[in-house]
C-alpha cells in the first residue's frame, strides 16, 4: 500500500518534467538598455560638446531603435536633438529626430559632436527597438553651470576628471531615469 502512495505522489511530482524541456522564452521579460558608458567634453572654442561612446556592449538594430543626443538649454530656448543611431521616427513622444549621423552596430570609441548656442545639461536617450520607451542612459552638465530648481535627482553613478582648464570629461553610468 505504502508503494502505490510513493509512487503515485512521484507520478504527479514529475508530471511535465520530459527528458527534452524546451528553452525558456523571453515574452515576459522586459526590454531594459544594453550597458553603455559616455564620456562628455564641453569644447568652448567651437561651442559644442563632444560625447564619445566610452565602453559597453555595441548598440545594433536588435537592442536599439535609437539613440539621441539631446541638450537641454539652461535659458528657455529649445532643446537640441540629434540622432546618432536608429530610425528617425523612433522618438516615443511621437517626434521626429531627423537623420541618423551613422549606421548601426555602434561601438565603444564612436565620437559625436553636438554644436549648439549655449551650455545646457546634455542627456543620451535610448529608444527600445519598438520605439515605445527610452531612457537616458548618460546626463552630464558643467560643473560651472548652475542646477535647475525643478530638476529631478537621479540615481547616477559619476566620476569626474578634469582634462585641462577649459575642457571636462565625465563617464556617466547607465541611469535609470525615463524620458
Known sequence: ????????AA??????CGLSP?????????????NAFFAFEWNPDDDEYVVEFARGNRLT???TG???VVVDPVDDGDPVERLWVGAPDADP????????LTAFPLAPDAQLRVPVDSP????VVWTDPEAERSRAVGRWRIESQPTPASEPETETATATKTA???????TTATAAEER
Open 1 to 8: 500500500m505504502y508503494r502505490r502512495t510513493v509512487l503515485a
Open 11 to 16: 507520478t504527479a511530482t514529475l508530471a511535465g
Open 22 to 34: 524546451s528553452p525558456p522564452t523571453t515574452d515576459g521579460y522586459p526590454e531594459t538598455p544594453p
Open 61 to 63: 538594430a536588435d537592442n
Open 66 to 68: 535609437a539613440l539621441a
Open 93 to 100: 513622444g511621437g517626434g521626429d529626430f531627423g537623420e541618423p
Open 120 to 123: 545646457g545639461t546634455v542627456r
Open 164 to 170: 585641462t582648464e577649459t575642457k571636462t570629461a565625465t
